[in-house]
Antibody, heavy 122, light 111 residues
Framework: QVYMVESGGGVVQPGRSLRLSCAVS?????LHWVRQAPGKGLEWIAH????????YYADSVQGRFTISRDNSKNTLDLQMNSLRAEDTAVYYC??????????????????WGQGTPVTVSS | IVLTQPPLASPVTLGQRASISCRSS???????????LSWVQQRPGQPPRLLIY???ERLSGVPDRFSGSGAGTDFTLEISSVEAEDAGVYYC?????????FGQGTRLDIK
């Protein structure tokens, strides 16, 4: 069983920065951030591979957000710069198990955190 | 890749079967050979929770009333006998290529 706990959310003015963290217990491989705007659906925004060598971003956050991880501390971070009103959402961290023993990619999020809310408003 | 779901499932009563569809704009076969179509449940006020992965594999601990099927670009989540706790929004998701995408979500109401 893996437990994931996000922190760092809050209210921030447009144009400012915020850093989210996710504490992870247990062995995980791929890590992701997914957000959900109020009353809306789920939006994947960033992925980082186990060793941190590969990172992918949604177009909506590319160039403004940076994902990172520290496996020695079992933490995942999301540095959010130049925040906009449309970044207002609950932010979830999630894990994927990577590739199985047969070489098949998992492509699913087996564990999720409880989420941390971010409000961008003046 | 765009995943299309109906916004609302047909209302069901307790014990009835529910079915939710998901259509993909292209094949979801990953270069490794797996099909990365999964189903995620979100109950009101709760975080998302994985139910089904690789089209039809049920995550450990998920009740066997949940099943997934499909191939190509058309997929279905079925709940054989709906219970009150199944009310919520269901999302299909693909991770075959980046950006990872979710369907818009289908809300299941229980009469």
């Amino acid at each position: 069983q893996v437990y994931m706990v996000e922190s760092g959310g809050g209210v921030v003015q447009p144009g400012r920065s915020l850093r989210l963290s996710c504490a992870v217990s247990g062995l995980v491989y791929g890590l992701h951030w997914v957000r959900q705007a109020p009353g809306k659906g789920l939006e994947w925004i960033a992925h980082i591979s186990y060793d941190g060598s590969r990172k992918y971003y949604a177009d909506s956050v590319q160039g403004r957000f940076t994902i990172s991880r520290d496996n020695s501390k079992n933490t995942l971070d999301l540095q959010m710069n130049s925040l906009r009103a449309e970044d207002t959402a609950v932010y979830y961290c999630a894990s994927d198990p990577g590739f199985d023993n047969n070489g098949f990619y998992s492509g699913y999020f087996d564990f999720w955190g409880q989420g941390t809310p971010v409000t961008v408003s003046s | 890749i765009v995943l299309t779901q109906p916004p609302l499932a047909s209302p069901v009563t307790l014990g009835q079967r529910a079915s939710i569809s998901c259509r993909s704009s292209q094949s979801l076969v990953h270069s490794s050979g797996s099909t990365t179509l999964s189903w995620v449940q979100q109950r009101p006020g709760q975080p998302p929770r994985l139910l089904i992965y690789h089209i039809s594999e049920r995550l450990s601990g998920v009740p066997d009333r949940f099943s997934g099927s499909g191939a190509g670009t058309d997929f279905t989540l079925e709940i054989s006998s709906v219970e009150a706790e199944d009310a919520g929004v269901y999302y299909c998701m693909q991770a075959t290529q980046f950006p990872i995408t979710f369907g818009q979500g289908t809300r299941l109401d229980i009469k």
